[in-house]
């Protein structure tokens, strides 16, 4: 099955600079990787998604790349801010005609005023 | 609200008790997911249920968990005689599936369940 390793497991920025995270998985069929932002007292949200036919998407602040040969995507998120404080989840899917997603352990993000 | 609603929000039992688990799913949502979340964690999967058809189990962890979802909306999990290794937050999700992909999961706030 489908295994998704995600760093770091903790991460602290000074408000305003960028955080990167990372994630690979190990099945060459997954071409659909959302990420989830889980804040206390919420649902955690699909904040961004890509599927495996583009390289690259962008909404604002936020940015995700896709590397499927060496299998690895990763989260960027520009000029943070304190409410950019949360817990951030990566999953990976087959995708079409498949519901699974395998999400990693997550990675506790801390934005310092 | 318009949300996935679970209930409860917190479960303090007693080692060997049974629990029930309840997630409301969005109108209109045909699949619904529920996963746990263990502490330092990822989402594990548990079970899915999508439409009228059968449900994949094939994340319970042991024949002490089971689910149902009635008329293709309620669900409910059901953990039995359950033990400590049960702690966990126990989230539910719910998507409406459009051309095979899997669409974006709504997840509920999570039950914290505690066993003592």
């Known amino acids: 099955g489908e295994n998704v390793e995600q760093h770091p497991s903790t991460l602290s920025v000074q408000e305003g600079d960028s955080a990167v995270i990372k994630c690979t998985y190990s099945?060459?069929?997954?071409?659909?990787f959302p990420w989830y932002k889980q804040e206390l007292g919420k649902g955690s949200q699909l904040i961004i998604d890509?599927?495996?036919?583009?390289g690259e998407k962008k909404d604002q602040r936020i940015a995700v790349t896709l590397n499927k040969t060496a299998k690895h995507f990763s989260l960027h998120i520009t000029e943070t801010q304190p409410e950019d404080s949360a817990v951030y989840f990566c999953?990976?899917?087959?995708?079409?005609?498949?519901?699974?997603?395998?999400f990693g352990k997550g990675t506790k993000l801390s934005v310092i005023p | 609200g318009a949300g996935v609603s679970q209930s409860p929000s917190n479960k303090v039992t007693e080692k060997g008790k049974d629990v029930e688990l309840r997630c409301d799913p969005i109108?209109?949502?045909?699949?619904l997911y529920w996963y746990r979340q263990s502490l330092g964690q990822g989402l594990e999967f548990l079970i899915y249920?999508?439409?009228?058809?059968?449900?994949?189990k094939s994340g319970l962890p042991s024949d002490r968990f089971s689910a149902e979802r009635t008329g293709g909306s309620v669900s409910t999990l059901t953990i039995q005689r359950t033990q400590q290794e049960d702690s966990a937050v126990y989230l539910c999700?719910?998507?409406?599936?459009?051309?095979?992909?899997?669409?974006?999961?709504?997840f509920g706030e999570g039950s914290r369940l505690t066993v003592l």
């Open positions: 999700a719910s998507s409406f599936l459009a051309g095979g992909y899997t669409g974006e999961l709504f």
């Open positions: 099945d060459s069929a997954s071409n659909y």
């Open positions: 890509i599927r495996s036919n583009v």
């Open positions: 999953a990976a899917s087959p995708g079409a005609g498949s519901y699974q997603l395998t």
């Open positions: 109108s209109g949502h045909t699949a």
């Open positions: 249920f999508q439409g009228n058809s059968a449900p994949d």
